[in-house]
Every structure is written in structure tokens, then in C-alpha cells.
């Protein structure tokens, strides 16, 4: 194996969130998963500002480990590849409820959690279209825009019930 090769491996294992992209059952739930449970830590300790800023820079670092991993492997959209998920579900945190009430923050973990998934899976709308682009950008597209219509749509139900979401607080 060639250093580049090697090197693409690498890069390739963080694209599969190693080992989470191997696991023998829904690997993209796992990664969906993770993505919760890393997000929830980065956005009670962030600024939302700061979580911005690292959401946008862990995608364009997402694209490129996608783009390693399909120059490797070539395959199109490996299942094994769950970085695109924990991309989109970082963002579909962003409607999670602002409560010292744990049990209100975790019921939005929660409803962020199933809407992506829901919207991740089932693809509808434009998000089969994202899908269909070519490479990295394919494989990430279609999380992120997952992500955002989880994102609207948790923000909308918890709007509507008054609750205070992560991302109202940028105007604050």
C-alpha cells in the first residue's frame, strides 16, 4: 500500500466514524446517534456562534473525507461512510429547546433525533435530488439538507408550543 493510499485509509476510517460506520445494525442510526450526543456536549458548551462556526468547518472537513473515502473505495454512497449523518444531525440540533428543565432538553434531543432520521431515510421532497449529486458533495448533500428540514420542523412545533430554540438566541 502506497502512502497515499494509506493515507486516504486514514481518512477514509474518520469518514466512517471507525468503528460506528461498521456496526452490523443501522450504522447511520448510530452515526445519527453520535451525532446527538456530541452535538448536545458542543452546544451546552459553545456559544452559538462558536457551534456555527465548527458546524461549518466539520462539513467542509466532512466533504473532503468523503471525497478520500470515495477515491479509495470507489463506491458511490457507502453505508459504511456516517459522517454525513452526524453532519446533519449537528444541524438538526440547532431546534433544540433552551430549558433548565432536563427533561424538556431531552425530549427535543429526542424529537431532533427521530425527525432527521425520518427525513434522512425516507428522502423526500428535494432531498432525493441532493442525493443524486456527484461525489463527496452527494454524500453530504442530502444529510445537511435532512438536517435542515429537521431543523424547521422541530423549530416550528416548539415554536408553537413557546418554546425557546439554540438558534433564537443568535439574536439575542
Known amino acids: 500500500m502506497s502512502i497515499n493510499q494509506k493515507f486516504l485509509f486514514y481518512l477514509s476510517r474518520f469518514a466512517e466514524a471507525y ?11 448510530m452515526g445519527s446517534l453520535i451525532g ?15 457551534y456555527l462556526i465548527f458546524l461549518i ?3 467542509i472537513i466532512s466533504y473532503f473525507l468523503c471525497e478520500a473515502h470515495l477515491k479509495l473505495y ?14 446533519g444531525q449537528f444541524i438538526a440540533i440547532l431546534g433544540c429547546v433552551q430549558s433548565d428543565k ?27 435530488k441532493f442525493e443524486n449529486l ?3 458533495i452527494g454524500i453530504m448533500a442530502d444529510d445537511i439538507v435532512a438536517g435542515i428540514f429537521a431543523l424547521v420542523t ?3 412545533i416548539l415554536t408553537s408550543l ?5 438558534i433564537k438566541t443568535l439574536w439575542n
Open 134 to 136: 456527484p461525489n463527496g
Open 74 to 87: 470507489k463506491i458511490k454512497d457507502p453505508k459504511e461512510v456516517v459522517i454525513d449523518e452526524i453532519s
Open 19 to 29: 468503528p460506528i460506520g461498521h456496526s452490523k445494525y443501522a450504522p447511520g442510526t
Open 36 to 50: 446527538v450526543l456530541v452535538g448536545c456536549f458542543l452546544i451546552l458548551n459553545l456559544d452559538i456562534k462558536f
Open 154 to 156: 422541530q423549530a416550528a
Open 102 to 128: 432536563l427533561i424538556y432538553v431531552f425530549l427535543s434531543l429526542l424529537l431532533s433525533f427521530v425527525l432527521f432520521r425520518f427525513f434522512d431515510i425516507t428522502k423526500i421532497g428535494p432531498i432525493k
Open 57 to 59: 468547518i466539520f462539513i
Open 162 to 166: 413557546n418554546q425557546n430554540i439554540y
